[in-house]
Each structure stands twice: as C-alpha cells, then as structure tokens.
C-alpha cells in the first residue's frame, strides 16, 4: 500500500533526495504526477526540501489541456508552490525535427525542466547536483517499457525497464502500481485530470496499457505487474555487470580516430563471451552515436547481431546502419565511421614535399632503415628510368650532381597509388593492390599512400603517418634499387611536410 512511510523509506532506501536539495516536479494533472506531488508536498519540511512544479502544454488537446494546466496552477497555490508552465507547438515540433509527438514531447519536456534546474541553481547559488528533477512513473509504467523494449529486440538492457533514478532524475512512485496511487488519492479525497489520448490506442503504450495487460492479468498471472518490477531489478543488475565489463575491454581494445571513426580490435572482440561481445558493440555504438548528438533508442539487438556476424565474416565486408553510419570488417579491426558526410578526408590529402641528393661518399652502414629518408641505387634508378622512356640518356653528358637530379626530377613522380602499380620484391614483381591485402591495410586508409615511382615501377611507398612514427603502416622500397658492395652512387630521397 501507499502511504507516506512506504513512500518516505522507498525513497530513503534508494537514495533519491538528501536534506535541503531543490526538487523539480513534472506534473500534468494525471494520477500519477498529482500524487507525486502531494506526497512530496508532504515530506517536504522533515527533509527541508522545497519544490518546484513544471507543467507542459503541448498544444494538442484544446480546451482539455487549459482545463489541465489550470488545475495543476491551483493545486499548487493551495500547497503555495511555485508554479512555471511551458507551451509548445509539439505537432509542429515533431514536424520540424522528424519525430513522433511522443519523441518530440518528451524532448520538450526533459529541456524544460533542465532549464528550471539551471535557473534556480544560478538564483539560488547551489550546486547543480542539489537539484533533482522528479517524475512520476510508476511500476505499471515499468512493465509497460519492459514488454515495448522487449517486442522491439533490445536485448538485457531492455529488460531492466525504467529506473529509479538516472543521475539527476528520480522516479519516487516507482515501486508502486497505478491502483496503489490511485487508491491513494481517493483515500486522501484528491482529484486528478485524465488525458483523453491515454484512453485511445494511437500509440504503442496505450495498446499496451489499455488491451495487452489486462489479458496478461486476467488470463495469465493477476501479478504480472509486480513480477515484472521483480524482474527489472535483476536485470538491471545483470545489465550493469555486463556493461562495467564491456567499459573495461573498450578502454583497451577501442581506439577514437577524430570524430567521426572508431577502431575495434576484432580478435579481442571475438575471444569475449558472446553476450560480452554485445555489450561491447553497443557501448561502441553509443560512442558513435554521441559523436553524432543522437541517442542508441533506434539500434536493436538485430543490429547488434548483425555487426556481430560481421565480424566473423571474411575481410572486407561492410554493413551499413541508420543515420550514416557505416561498419566494416578490416583485418585486424571492426571500423565504425559516420560518412554521412560531404567528401571524405581523402579528399582532402596534401602530397607531401620530395627532395632529392646525390651521394658519392658514403658509408654503407649508415643506410637508413626507417623514416622520412630513403637510400636507393642511383645507377639502377637511373638505368630504369632509360628502359621505361624507351629513349637514350647519354650517361657521359651528365657531368654534375644538378644534372644527375634534374633526370630524376623529370622522370619520376610522386602521387597517389594508380591501378596497375608495381614493386620489385625478390621473388620478381607484386601488384600494390596485392600488396596492401598481404600487408591488411584497410580500404578506407589506401588512398592516403604516396608513391614515388618510374612510371607504374615504384622505387617507395609509404603514409606520412607511417614514416613519421605516428602509426605503423606499410612503408616499402623496391627491392630492385636495393643498395650493396658493388652501389657507387646513392639517390638520397628525403620527405618534409608542407
């Protein structure tokens, strides 16, 4: 039964509200938000709290929703409360941000008592965490979102309903039923206001409230309210351990490149437990789905299973979601990459500046194995350079180093990766699109390689990145200009960012 001892230890039991902080209450006039009222009302100075009503009229319901907002007005005059109304325009709100009433109302709702909040924390010089924002949902309400999430595939953390209270919002009635607060506000004489549209089956709850659980009560369990209360509880404490385990691999296994891509490393995602593996993918889907400003509401376990599947797949598959998001198996990595976008990065890559020198004194040990300066055979280079153009290069004409670079200049280039590119490797000759699958470098970074070439003959390839010491990546020079005993000058290749 409710009363306000149950109600005052629910509250206690769950830490919802400490002495002297600021509540602010959503109340439409309906049971639910009128008994949360007066039952705080009544608590309120034993726990030196003081309250502040927000009622939202959405501009749906006429007259019905005046008659609303003038009887919350009144109730909290006779409990001398302060009283702020919003009204919106909800139809053409969900027009404009292409949601449902349902969507668009609560957005406006929750933005309204976040505004309240900060106006009484700035008013009052609190602390923001001293101001709660109470809501009236119920267990009938739990239930409710329980068998919705479920009926849509979303999986544990679903099952574990509404809860009690999400950082700064408390949801005291939540332990009890509708017939328990309705038996309350009779037993206490108080009226309440009903909302017409609960009564019509236009929305998803509604047939839920209205049809599926007066079946479930009369032809299944009478307690079927109570026991999917029971249910959430374990649920939500399952659905936290799973999620506390999924925050741990992510911190090791999840890398954030920028805003708009995130790596996943594939072998560690899929030596988890299948079901760890789910929260994984959805923690990751959160991630980028934050980065986008938009909620995981509209992902389903369907999805989930699918990136899942994915990842088990060959290299090279790709799976596209809602809102531009993209997912694809790479090699070592599941990457997720919002290209809801103009124009890829790509796009946008600068080649890098190359300058060439001509070594005759030199110290064969001091060849370098790595970074932005490559040794080459210049006889080699230049003996290629010969056969490629198919045209004589009279060698006896070349008389200084100016020379010997202004051939390099004119005949080798540097740009990006073209097909029917090549590399000398010892075994003969490998075709750089073979190249970058032996060498598992994904789809989405090729077109950020460099070559400096002889035609479709490449004498290096590499990523700025990768040469810089930002990231490991494949960095290779053809095997053909590889410098020994018998090299006698050297093709200095050196490269600086513009």
């Not at 390689?449 to 490991?472: H, P, Q, T």
Request: glycine share 6%.
């Amino acid at each position: 039964m409710l009363d306000i001892d149950t109600f005052s230890h629910f509250i206690e039991d769950n830490n919802l509200i400490e002495k002297k902080d600021r509540i602010v209450l959503g109340v439409s006039g309906g049971a639910d938000s009128i008994c949360l009222l007066h039952t705080l009302s009544r608590i309120q100075k034993a726990l030196e709290i003081r309250l502040f009503v927000v009622h939202i009229n959405h501009g749906i319901r006429g007259e019905e929703a005046s008659r609303d907002e003038n009887y919350v007005k009144k109730f909290c005059e006779k409990l001398d409360i302060c009283f702020f109304s919003f009204h919106y325009d909800i139809p053409r709100i969900a027009k404009d941000l292409k949601l449902s009433e349902e969507e668009a109302g609560r957005k406006m709702r929750y933005e309204s008592f976040e505004n309240v909040s900060k106006d009484i924390a700035i008013k009052e010089g609190l602390d923001f965490n001293k101001i709660k924002v109470a809501v009236a949902h119920n267990k009938n309400d739990n239930a409710e979102t329980i068998l919705h999430n479920l009926s849509r595939g979303s999986g544990i953390s679903g099952l574990k309903g509404i809860l009690v209270r999400n950082k700064n919002i408390i949801r005291p009635l939540l332990g009890f039923s509708r017939d328990e607060i309705e038996d309350y506000l009779k037993r206490n004489s108080i009226d309440y206001m009903t909302d017409s549209t609960n009564l019509k089956n236009d929305y998803t709850r509604n047939v839920l409230r209205n049809e599926v659980f007066p079946i479930l009560e009369k032809n299944v369990n009478s307690n079927v309210i109570n026991n999917f209360y029971k249910s959430s509880k374990i649920a939500a404490e399952a659905d936290e351990f799973f999620e506390n385990s999924a925050i741990k691999f992510c911190e090791k296994n999840l890398k954030i490149k920028g805003k708009d891509e995130f790596l996943l490393d594939k072998d560690a995602l899929l030596n988890e437990p299948h079901i760890i593996s789910t929260y994984i993918i959805r923690y990751t889907l959160r991630k980028v789905l934050k980065s986008k400003e938009l909620g995981i509401k509209d992902i389903g376990m369907v999805h989930i299973e699918d990136i899942w599947n994915l990842a088990k797949s060959e290299n090279g598959k790709k799976l596209d979601l809602k809102y531009g998001i993209k997912v694809y198996n790479e090699y070592v990595n599941i990457r997720f990459v919002n290209e809801d976008k103009k124009g890829t990065d790509n796009d946008k890559y600068v080649l890098p500046e190359i300058n060439y020198n001509i070594l005759d004194n030199f110290n064969i040990k001091d060849i370098p194995k790595a970074g932005n300066v490559r040794w080459l055979d210049f006889d080699k280079v230049l003996e290629n350079i010969v056969k490629y153009n198919r045209k004589s290069i009279c060698i006896n004409s070349i008389i200084n180093k100016d020379d010997m670079i202004k051939i390099i200049q004119e005949n080798i280039v540097i740009r990006g990766c073209e097909s029917g590119d090549f590399i000398h490797i010892k075994s003969g000759r490998k075709a750089v699109k073979k190249l970058f699958t032996d060498d598992k470098i994904p789809l989405n970074i090729r077109g950020e390689y460099v070559v400096v070439a002889i035609g479709f003959d490449i004498l290096w390839i590499f990523r700025e990145s990768n040469i810089f010491g930002e990231e490991a990546g494949l960095d290779r020079t053809g095997e053909l200009y590889r410098i020994d005993e018998n090299t006698k000058n050297i093709l200095k290749i050196e490269v600086s960012r513009r």
